[in-house]
């Protein structure tokens, strides 16, 4: 997997805050907004699983109960 330049123009008091943000956690504010972008991805994915899991198993996680013969 190769690598893209995405460039942005941001407002000066939004790069202080993810500056800020990044600073905390020990990253560039590059690393900091990759790993956002990557995590809310990660984030759309699995609920659209989760969705997808409840259409067939039913929001409690489990089959709908089959009749059973007692």
Not at 39 to 67: C, L, N
């Amino acid at each position: 997997m190769g690598s893209t330049v995405l460039s942005l123009r941001i407002d000066g008091e939004l790069l202080d805050r993810l500056r800020q943000h990044a600073a905390k956690r020990g990253m560039s504010v590059q690393d900091y907004v990759v790993r956002t972008l990557v995590r809310d991805d990660f984030d759309e994915r699995f609920k659209s699983a989760v969705d997808e899991t409840e259409k067939f198993y039913g929001p409690q996680g489990r089959p709908d109960p089959v009749d059973r013969i007692t």
